[in-house]
């Protein structure tokens, strides 16, 4: 079973930048894809940016643009930047790693932007 631990969470105020981290505890066989989603209280969680094996990526509309992923394979890490932070971007952002098998989850990292 693979671990993912995310980090990089905190607080920043609104214009402010923060990179978030996920590391999986090994290589996994079969990836289809990594990807950050986020929840804010009371709503769903949403998807924030993704990159498939291949390293396509594709982001949330409300992120576009001002956040990027990328992928270190060797270090088996994923990063989020994130730019021009906005208070509507504060949530819990979790790391998710899908195989053709199953979907893995981290325990999540706070984000909380002020105003």
């Known amino acids: 079973q693979v671990q993912l631990v995310e980090s990089g969470g905190g607080l920043v105020q609104a214009g402010g930048s923060l990179r978030l981290s996920c590391v999986a505890s090994?290589?996994?066989?079969?990836?289809?894809?990594m990807g950050w989603y986020r929840q804010a209280p009371g709503k769903q969680r949403e998807l924030v940016a993704r990159?498939?094996?291949?390293?396509?990526?594709n982001y949330g509309d409300s992120v576009r643009g001002r956040f990027n992923i990328t992928r270190d394979s060797a270090k088996n890490t994923l990063y989020l930047q994130m730019n021009s932070l906005k208070p509507e971007d504060t949530a819990v952002y979790y790391c998710?790693?899908?195989?053709?098998?199953?979907?893995?989850w981290g325990q999540g990292t706070q984000v909380t932007v002020s105003s």
């Open positions: 998710n790693l899908q195989t053709s098998l199953q979907n893995h």
């Open positions: 090994k290589s996994i066989r079969g990836l289809i894809a």
């Open positions: 990159i498939t094996s291949g390293g396509s990526t």
